[in-house]
């Protein structure tokens, strides 16, 4: 007989996040929990594992089939080996008028990414072509971690690029700049330390 | 366009993001009146008002509320829709940034008139930093007695919980929202029964756009006629548009609702773009049918755009000029539905994911006679054949597109290629 199953993603500190997150929702609803723990999951790993769909399952009392039906529902769940940065770009209507297709395919280019492929050998970058992000006012719209890059053109593009290649995190457009699709993944969580400013 | 600008009034005070600010510019004025009237009297004014939902459908707010039933026995909830993601449409994003309590004052009103205890606002996921700036204005409401045990002194609770969503359009219909929030797919649910009645949790549950919610405080604290000083007789108020594309200051900006469009677009949007010639529009982000050059002077109100053809929608005008190719465009936003379809019903599921191919194939010059005719029968078999209205949305696409540039189709056709594109595509890139 195999061992009962370890809890490997949800151990120690992350534990105890997920069930902060679960006490967040009132009682009996825990389940509203699954979309912040896929987050936290996504957070620890840099994607969500198969491993991280089950214990979901058991800290909330449902199978691993339902967790993986929500996981799979929705974009912004990975379920695959991702890049270090996730670099989003929207091609919807409103950005492809100002020049979207343009920066799409300088992102290919310059993460050394073939088109229809989505993560670089050196597992620094994903693209990810993007619906609507609600920057229409300053499309081309462009997410790194989820953090805005306003009016984005090929040439900044390139720039976004060469930055995370170095090392460096670029300014966004607004807000704090997230390190890692990691770190935003925590954020998206709901972990981030907020304190009324 | 002359009016006093109410929910953009504060945007050039940087400090009425934060709770301080806000009140020194007169917030939560709305909600100290609120906490003295009965939840009757609430949810009256806000009727007499006259205010419709913006998030699309233009529901009358008042009577939302009104349908609640307070006598179940079961919690009663208010969720905020901020799952902004129509195309187009990005005035929820830029209210929030700047003025986060108001949408919070709104709330909490809200909360008061159906008696409710919990809040929930659901925001789209990619509004990372949006709900950021939300979660810190929580924690002042907090500390400033806006939200928690004691609401302004009330001695009633209102808890407000943030909740993420993921990247999935169809989460911005409500019941599709509620299922959501409940940790299920983003499906849509079968009406009845209605939210109001059974909504999350299976509690009754008010459910209101962000910019719905942020016009309730100045309602409560001002009254109705106030409110209808601005406006058309049966669109009062105003509204919020964005407007993007082909002109030179994208961005969004508050109207008296039935300003004509050749007002927004000269006089906000500054006109088209290097003074190029505009070729279409549409009012109310891309589920909304498109409109021409013809339609310059209609109204941007809910009768005056239905009587046009259209929908007033999330007020999300995406400006394409005469070099932009309409079965491209068109193809794009479809193949926006195709990839948002939810699954669940077979002529948006399958309808979609076929015409995104019919149109890409037209659009590359591979296009046969019988593809125009079955672009109309697609569109016209999709149209309200679906489960909610995303569907719709795909449908006015094809059948607006169809209708006013028709000759564009078939120029397309005829030519084997795009007359606006010189590059030819290989027909397996093109239909991929």
Redesign the interface.
């Known amino acids: 007989m195999a061992a009962a199953p370890q809890q490997a993603v949800f151990a120690g500190d992350a534990l105890d996040d997920a069930r902060r997150i679960i006490a ?3 009682e009996p ?1 825990g ?6 723990l ?2 936290l999951a996504q957070s620890i790993d840099g994607m969500v594992s198969q491993d991280a769909l089950r214990e979901i399952g058991v800290l ?1 009392g449902i199978t691993t089939a339902e967790v993986e ?2 996981a799979t ?5 990975r379920l695959r080996p991702t890049g270090e940065h996730v670099v ?1 770009v929207c ?4 950005c ?3 020049g979207a297709e343009a920066v799409y395919t300088t992102a290919h280019e310059a993460a050394g990414i073939q088109q229809g492929a989505e993560r670089s050998e050196d597992g620094v970058f994903t693209i990810h072509e ?10 081309p719209a462009v ?1 790194v971690d ?3 890059h306003d009016d984005v053109t090929p040439v900044r593009m390139r720039e976004l690029v060469a930055s995370l290649r170095a090392g460096e995190v670029p300014s ?1 457009s ?3 700049a ?1 390190a890692s699709f990691k770190a ?1 993944s925590r ?2 969580a ?1 972990l ?1 330390e ?4 | 366009m002359t009016f006093e600008p109410r929910l953009t009034r504060n945007w050039s005070n940087p400090d009425a993001v934060g709770l301080d600010g806000y009140v020194a510019a007169g917030g939560y004025a709305g909600l100290r009146k609120a906490v003295t009237m009965s939840d009757a009297d609430i949810v009256e004014v806000v009727k007499a008002s006259g205010l419709r939902g913006r998030g699309g459908a233009g529901f009358p707010t008042g009577m939302k509320w009104g349908f609640v039933p307070r006598d179940t026995g079961k919690p009663t909830y208010v969720v905020v829709n901020f799952d902004e993601s129509e195309p187009g449409t990005c005035n929820n994003r830029e209210l929030v940034e700047r003025e986060p309590h108001r949408l919070l004052e709104g709330t909490v009103i809200a909360a008061r008139a159906i008696g409710c205890e919990t809040a929930f606002i659901y925001v789209r996921g990619e509004y990372l930093w949006q709900s950021i700036v939300l979660e810190r204005a929580i924690a002042e409401a907090y500390e400033g007695g806006y939200l928690g045990a004691d609401v302004a002194g009330s001695g009633t609770r209102v808890d407000v919980v943030l909740h993420r969503g993921a990247g999935a359009y169809i989460c911005g219909e409500e019941t599709a929202l509620l299922n959501s929030l409940e940790g299920l797919r983003g499906q849509p649910r079968l009406r009845p029964p209605f939210p109001a009645v059974e909504g999350l949790y299976a509690s009754p549950t008010v459910i209101n756009n962000v910019e719905t919610l942020m016009n309730v405080p100045d309602i409560v604290e001002r009254g109705a006629d106030w409110f209808r000083e601005v406006g058309t007789e049966k669109s009062p108020g105003t509204k919020m548009v964005t407007i993007s594309g082909k002109v030179e200051q994208p961005g969004n900006y508050e109207i008296a609702l039935g300003t004509p469009f050749r007002q927004v677009l000269e006089e906000l949007g500054g006109g088209m773009l290097d003074g190029a010639t505009l070729k279409a529009w549409t009012p109310g982000g891309s589920s909304t049918p498109m409109l021409t050059a013809a339609h310059i002077d209609t109204a941007l109100d809910y009768e005056s755009l239905s009587a046009a053809g259209s929908m007033l929608g999330t007020a999300a005008i995406m400006v394409m000029d005469e070099s932009d190719c309409v079965v491209d465009c068109a193809q794009r936003m479809v193949a926006f539905y195709a990839h948002e379809s939810c699954g669940k019903c077979t002529p948006c599921r399958e309808g979609n994911w076929w015409a995104t191919r019919v149109l890409a194939r037209i659009e590359h010059g591979y296009g046969r006679e019988v593809d125009i005719p079955l672009m109309h029968d697609v569109g016209k078999n999709t149209l309200f054949r679906a489960f909610c209205a995303l569907a719709d949305g795909s449908a006015s696409v094809i059948n607006s597109s169809l209708q006013h540039f028709t000759d564009e189709y078939e120029e397309h056709v005829r030519l084997g290629r795009c007359p606006l594109k010189d590059a030819p595509v290989a027909e397996e890139v093109a239909v991929s």
């Open positions: 967040r929702y009132p609803h389940r509203s929990a699954i979309m912040p896929l987050y909330l039906a929500v529902f929705y974009s912004m769940y989003s091609t919807n209507l409103a492809k008028l100002r993007e619906e609507c992000l609600g920057v229409c006012d300053h499309a997410q989820f953090c805005n966004p607004r807000g704090p997230f935003a954020a998206l709901g981030e907020v304190t009324a400013s």
